[in-house]
């Protein structure tokens, strides 16, 4: 397929067809190819835990029937008239968000995920667009997409492992940058999951000292092959006391309801505790934690396209992609119980020809 200009059809996926149903297969409209757009044929789509928080309508109502996926890896098949970013034949990727108004402060500093304007950002699913219409995401064979808001997968990243990047890598992998994950800067990581192993993948190779804080040691062989120097356990009472002053930046990547006071406590004078991870109810944080160390506890939220694009270049210039289990689409709604369960090392990515 080449250039087209005009293109409207219905694609196969998987959906929830109503919150907390388990996923089946449908079909699903894709807008028509606008003159900017292009069409991506998907053959990779990762499982956030995300997905199975807006299945289950845990942050609100939601949009069904709703087609998860905002991991996706594929290729360019046909483009708009006025396309000049990719081609046929070129790998993309696609994220947590498929447009924005793209005139805000937000926007024009490269956060469109903080887009501040009448349209604010669109989501990749769960979302509406321009036209009014509902989005779906990537557990499809399909996807339509503007051309600014699909990022080039270099050539040395398998897709399967590239998947995962556009949401768990670019979400550890803009607080790593920001707060300065570098030589001889000592970065904790909370959480050895979808999240966390990625954290530690980028740290490492930005050159930090890093450390993984997990609930047991269960995972400690895997943290230490995936580049940690260290490993405790959080339910050790005697981690905190052994660590206390030691982290220049601890990156959060569990939802689970922590003591954040015990963890600033970690933090040396000037440290930075960025949240990543999204705890249903609030967390609270004593004023002391933070003004006894000028300590700030921060939160982030995935990344503008530039940055995902910095992110998925520098992730094929240093060999790093996901830790995946390919799964056929028949076993989506078995991922998502494993998911719940802990039991993935480190993202279930789906094979979407198996749609």
Same mark, same amino acid.
């Not at 800067?185 to 490492?204: N, S, W, Y």
């Given at each position: 397929?080449?250039?087209?200009?005009?293109?409207?059809?219905?694609?196969?996926?998987?959906?929830?067809?109503?919150?907390?149903?388990?996923l089946e297969p449908t079909t699903v &409209?894709?807008?028509?190819?606008?003159?900017?757009? *292009?069409? /991506? +044929?998907? !053959?990779? $789509?990762?499982?956030?835990?995300?997905?199975?928080?807006?299945?289950?309508?845990?942050?609100?109502?939601?949009?069904?029937?709703?087609?998860?996926?905002?991991?996706?890896?594929?290729?360019?098949?046909?483009?708009?008239?006025?396309?000049?970013?990719?081609?046929?034949?070129?790998?993309?990727?696609?994220?947590?968000?498929?447009?924005?108004?793209?005139?805000?402060?937000?926007?024009?500093?490269?956060?469109e995920q903080y887009c501040t304007g009448e349209l604010g950002t669109v989501m990749t699913y769960?979302?509406?667009?321009?036209?009014?219409? &509902?989005?779906?995401?990537g557990y499809a064979?399909? *996807?339509? /997409? +503007?051309? !600014?808001? $699909?990022?080039?997968?270099?050539?040395?990243?398998?897709?399967?492992?590239?998947?995962?990047?556009?949401?768990?890598?670019?979400?550890?992998?803009?607080?790593?940058?920001?707060?300065?994950?570098?030589?001889?800067?000592?970065?904790?990581?909370?959480?050895?999951?979808?999240?966390?192993?990625?954290?530690?993948?980028?740290?490492?190779a930005k050159g930090a000292e890093v450390t993984v804080l997990s609930q047991s040691l269960r995972k400690r062989d895997d943290g230490l092959r995936l580049g940690a120097e260290h490993y405790h356990a959080t339910s050790d009472p005697a981690t905190f006391e052994q660590l206390a002053g030691s982290f220049d930046l601890i990156v959060n990547t569990v939802s689970a309801d922590l003591d954040l006071d015990a963890y600033l406590g970690l933090l040396r004078t000037?440290?930075?505790?960025?949240?990543?991870?999204?705890?249903?109810?609030?967390?609270?944080?004593?004023?002391?934690?933070?003004?006894?160390?000028?300590?700030t506890l921060a939160g982030s939220l995935i990344g503008g396209i530039a940055e995902t694009q910095e992110m998925l270049d520098f992730c094929a210039e240093h060999g790093i992609g996901a830790e995946v289990e390919v799964i056929p689409a028949e076993r989506i709604n078995e991922a998502y119980q494993r998911v719940l369960a802990s039991d993935v090392r480190y993202r279930f990515v789906i094979d979407t020809a198996t749609i």
């Open positions: 397929m080449g250039r087209l200009d005009r293109m409207n059809h219905t694609i196969a996926a998987y959906a929830a067809p109503s919150p907390k149903a388990p &409209p894709r807008r028509e190819l606008g003159e900017h757009d *292009v069409l /991506v +044929d998907i !053959s990779f $789509a990762g499982i956030c835990h995300s997905d199975i928080h807006q299945v289950n309508a845990e942050w609100g109502e939601g949009m069904f029937p709703m087609v998860p996926g905002h991991e996706i890896a594929g290729v360019v098949t046909a483009v708009g008239s006025q396309v000049t970013r990719h081609t046929p034949g070129d790998r993309v990727g696609v994220g947590c968000f498929v447009d924005s108004c793209r005139d805000c402060g937000n926007c024009r500093a490269g956060l769960n979302g509406v667009d321009r036209d009014g219409n &509902p989005t779906y995401g064979r399909q *996807v339509v /997409v +503007d051309e !600014s808001y $699909a990022l080039r997968i270099p050539d040395g990243l398998p897709l399967d492992e590239a998947a995962p990047l556009l949401c768990a890598g670019i979400t550890v992998y803009s607080p790593l940058t920001r707060w300065g994950a570098g030589p001889g800067r000592r970065v904790a990581v909370v959480g050895l999951g979808g999240l966390g192993h990625m954290a530690v993948k980028i740290a490492r000037d440290g930075a505790l960025v949240q990543v991870g999204l705890p249903e109810r609030p967390v609270p944080v004593s004023a002391s934690a933070l003004i006894g160390g000028r300590r």
